[in-house]
């Protein structure tokens, strides 16, 4: 399969996170390992930048996901444009025409008017008893 400059791009922030995670839990035991009692601020800011870490890398890896998922599909639609149409297709509805909005407003609908069946001459046996 060929890896493209998207792929890379995840590809490079799964490991800055990776190494990120490494060095903020080494510093954090570096520290605690450093200190005579249990230092409280080491601790929480190393666990604030690991999860300010996940966050951030996690809402780039879904970023360029989205964004290869999107190349994909406008590759497949112009893979499918390309192959030609089997079948002839109906002619595309034009949803927004030329004519100027009070131009429609102003002309006159005409009321639709109810078509009936005929109903049948004489009487009809419906059921037997």
């Known amino acids: 399969m060929k890896a493209d400059a998207m792929v890379w791009v995840q590809r490079i922030v799964g ?6 995670v490494a060095a903020l839990v080494g ?3 570096t520290q605690v390992g450093q200190a005579e ?3 409280p601020l080491p601790i929480f800011v190393g666990m604030l930048g ?3 870490l ?10 360029v996901s989205l964004a290869i998922s999107a190349r994909r599909g406008a590759d497949a639609l112009r893979r499918i444009a390309g192959q030609g149409v089997a079948a002839p297709a109906a002619a595309p509805v034009r949803v927004f025409s030329q004519t100027p909005l009070r131009e429609v ?3 006159p609908q005409p009321e639709p008017v109810p078509v009936r069946p005929a109903r049948p001459a004489g009487r009809t046996l419906v059921a037997e008893r």
């Open 15 to 20: 490991a800055v996170f990776a190494v990120g």
């Open 27 to 29: 510093a954090i035991v």
């Open 37 to 39: 009692g249990l230092p």
């Open 50 to 52: 690991i999860v300010m």
């Open 54 to 63: 996940v966050l951030l890398s996690g809402a780039c890896l879904a970023l």
């Open 105 to 107: 407003v102003a002309e």
